[in-house]
Nanobody
Framework: QVQLVESGGGLVQPGGSLRLSCAAS????????MNWSRQTPGKAREFVAA????????ITADSVKGRFAISRDNTNNTVDLQMNNLKPGDTDVYCC?????????WGQGTQVTVSS
């Protein structure tokens, strides 16, 4: 059974940091590129960051560039999103996605709230 389980969300003050983690199981993790995206109900999903299968290359959206960083551990089948200097506009549900040649998988998401 394929599972992507996000964790690490919560309430943080502006300027603070959080580290999200996504634990994968049920598929060959190293064969999939991994993405993080975010979405508020009623709004379009926004791409946040992506990392290649081996982890050598990654990209981040302009809106989070310099503040967020994606990384992965193919031994432990996890992908993380380090978020620094958080802003109220970063408040959202953050989801990880596994992107394969034939199939994609999504996690349920973890809520991040940035507020004083």
């Amino acid at each position: 059974q394929v599972q992507l389980v996000e964790s690490g969300g919560g309430l943080v003050q502006p300027g603070g940091s959080l580290r999200l983690s996504c634990a994968a199981s049920g598929f060959t993790f190293s064969s999939y590129a991994m993405n993080w995206s975010r979405q508020t109900p009623g709004k379009a999903r926004e791409f946040v960051a992506a990392i290649t299968r081996g982890g050598a290359d990654s990209i981040t959206a302009d809106s989070v560039k310099g503040r967020f960083a994606i990384s992965r551990d193919n031994t432990n089948n996890t992908v993380d999103l380090q978020m620094n200097n958080l802003k109220p506009g970063d408040t959202d549900v953050y989801c990880c996605q596994a992107v394969g040649e034939e199939k994609n998988y999504w996690g349920q998401g973890t809520q991040v709230t940035v507020s004083s």
